[in-house]
């Protein structure tokens, strides 16, 4: 079978799931593999995912092909990516937290016998009303290596600048870990296993559905991870590679780690106030203009979404020196926008930065 064409940025639309999504969004997860517990293939998950995004608590966004385009949007899958947010980790109303084991380090030292050690421990640590979360970032094979990625991930700023009350000043963001392609993660082998007796891919599993196990069945003291074994060690606060890119995307946005890592797999987490993402800051409220003239030279790439109810969002380079913004005629009619709509635009790289960096 052939691999459906590739799809450039400018012939998508990003906007929130919709029940009809759902089939889209089960083809995503078989093919994001191991480690991707926001979203997996199994009906009832999907459905459930579907309908705390439209409730508002954990909005999922989605890239689909646009209509009339070439390729024809019939060739190409009909969701190809999709990115979520979580309003606030943990659930208070019914007892269920964030789990995640804060590393510290500290020191043990005997002058009599001349010995200075430094150890590093893993502290559990439960949020019950903490940060929104970012998660269920994944882009379709045929979505990739077009900028497309880039697009997604920051739409959910977007989303954020046009509606800050509706989210926690502060952002966090969990990232994969060490997983092999059979599914091991050596720091559930050498953790997790112990204390659960099933393998990672269960409990992954079934930490999407239910996370009293945990408070259950998990270690209550510190860790010491001399104790554990070296690949276990090793793994800690280490990114799986295929997460290489979207860390170093959200470092741009200005997210640096924490001494947070995942219980699972130890992979790190992010950190980053709300109003100090790049693309939050350099965002602005325009209005929209459907007379577009020649391109000018000062152009610059950039998301431009909907005030408006019915959140849409398009790419299109945009003049940010004015007050307006000029549609094409294709973005125009992706959007659903008539002139003098309220628009909301923020370029899709830091425009005072070194482009060939």
């Not at 999504?21 to 998950?45: C, I, K, M, Q, V």
């Not at 893993?122 to 940060?131: I, N, Q, R, S, T």
């Not at 969990?174 to 204390?195: A, K, M, N």
Request: hydrophobic share 40%; charged share 20%; proline share 10%.
């Amino acid at each position: 079978m052939s691999s459906p064409p590739p799809i450039q940025l400018d012939q998508t639309l990003i906007r929130p799931v919709e029940p009809a999504d759902a089939e889209g969004l089960r083809a995503l997860a078989a093919d994001a593999g191991f480690g991707f517990t926001s979203l997996t293939t199994e009906p009832a998950h999907i459905q459930q995912r579907i309908e705390a995004s439209l409730a508002g608590e954990q909005p999922l966004l989605v890239m689909t092909p646009r209509p009339n385009i070439n390729p024809p949007a019939s060739a190409l899958p009909a969701v190809l990516g999709c990115a979520g947010l979580t309003r606030s980790t943990g659930k208070p109303d019914t007892a269920e937290p964030f789990y995640a084991y804060r590393r510290e380090r500290t020191i043990h030292q005997s002058p009599r016998l001349a010995v200075r050690n430094e150890v590093e421990a893993l502290h559990l640590v439960a949020e019950y009303d903490g940060p929104t979360l970012l998660g269920t970032l994944i882009l379709h094979p045929a979505a990739r290596g077009q900028g497309l990625g880039r697009a997604l991930s920051l739409a959910r700023f977007l989303l954020i600048a046009r509606d800050p009350t509706r989210f926690r000043p502060t952002l966090i963001a969990e990232l994969r870990g060490i997983i092999d392609r059979q599914g091991v993660s050596p720091f559930w082998e050498g953790l997790g296993r112990h204390f659960f007796h099933v393998d990672y891919a269960t409990a992954d599993r079934l930490s999407a559905q239910d996370k009293r196990f945990i408070a259950e069945l998990m270690p209550k003291h510190p860790i010491y991870l001399p104790l554990l074994s070296p690949q276990a060690q090793q793994a800690v606060g280490q990114v799986h590679d295929d997460t290489r890119p979207a860390m170093k995307l959200l470092e741009s946005e200005g997210f640096y780690l924490t001494p947070l890592v995942d219980i699972f797999d130890a992979g790190p987490v992010l950190r980053c106030d709300a109003a100090a993402v790049r693309t939050v800051r350099q965002s602005r409220h325009t209005t929209a203009s459907l007379t577009k003239t020649n391109e000018p030279s000062n152009n610059t790439p950039a998301l431009i979404a909907t005030q408006e109810d019915n959140l849409r969002i398009v790419a299109q380079p945009v003049d940010l020196s004015t007050t307006t913004t000029a549609l094409d005629p294709a973005a125009a009619e992706a959007l659903a926008v008539e002139p003098d709509a309220l628009l909301i635009v923020s370029p899709l790289r830091d425009p005072s930065a070194n482009t060939t960096a």
